[in-house]
């Protein structure tokens, strides 16, 4: 994992960090990777679902053709033959 330094932080800001972490029940640190993780890694974030259900919409596929994409193949694999 990386390490990031933050220099010149006002103590203000410090103080405010303590205080939520507190709340949380969670190290300054751990407050400090959970605010970063909210604001750079969630913000914008589609998840895949919601991005094939967005295409097949845009194909125009009918509830039934979503309905098949459910749908498990439960048929053994067979081995392949490479000779």
Known sequence: MATLT??????????????????????????????LEEAVLRKGRVALGSRLVAIGRRARLTDE????????DTTADHPIDLE
Do not use: D, K
């Open 65 to 72: 053709e979503f309905a098949g994409f459910a749908q498990r």
């Open 6 to 35: 933050i220099r010149n932080l006002p103590g203000e800001l410090h103080r405010a960090l303590r205080v939520q972490a507190a709340r949380y029940g969670r190290s300054t640190e751990a407050e400090v990777r959970a605010i």
